[in-house]
């Protein structure tokens, strides 16, 4: 059973950053993509930053381009969300997410139904 485990959300001001990291426990997702997705209150879960297994593909929402970066660590098993320039409207609970089956390395896995393991979750929360 594979294990995904948010953490370094928390409270910041407009303008500040935040880099959240998931660990994944219980086996080793080689070769498998895994993304970041994000919910706030009263709507629906939507992508955030996604990226390939040898982490040489990644992409965006347009909301993150510019300010967000998606970075995976093998030796730790992980992947990291550094969000910069922060702003309220980037409050929401942060979802890591690992898509644990047949993918391509040239395609980007943006959608909720392509992932199938999911963390509980870490509270981002930007004042203004």
């Known amino acids: 059973q594979v294990q995904l485990v948010e953490s370094g959300g928390g409270l910041v001001q407009a303008g500040g950053s935040l880099r959240l990291s998931c660990a994944v426990s219980?086996?080793?997702?080689?070769?498998?993509?895994m993304a970041w997705f994000r919910q706030a209150p009263g709507k629906e879960r939507e992508f955030v930053a996604t990226?390939?297994?040898?982490?040489?593909?990644?992409s965006y929402a347009d909301s993150a381009k510019g300010r967000f970066t998606i970075s995976r660590d093998h030796a730790k098993n992980s992947v990291d969300l550094q969000m910069n320039s922060l702003k309220p409207e980037d409050t929401a609970v942060y979802y890591c997410?690992?898509?644990?089956?047949?993918?391509?390395?040239?395609?980007?896995?943006?959608?909720?139904?392509?992932?199938?393991?999911w963390g509980q979750g870490t509270q981002v929360t930007v004042s203004s």
């Open positions: 990226s390939n297994w040898s982490g040489g593909r990644s």
């Open positions: 219980g086996r080793i997702l080689l070769g498998y993509p």
């Open positions: 997410a690992a898509r644990w089956q047949s993918s391509n390395e040239n395609y980007d896995y943006i959608s909720t139904p392509d992932y199938n393991y």
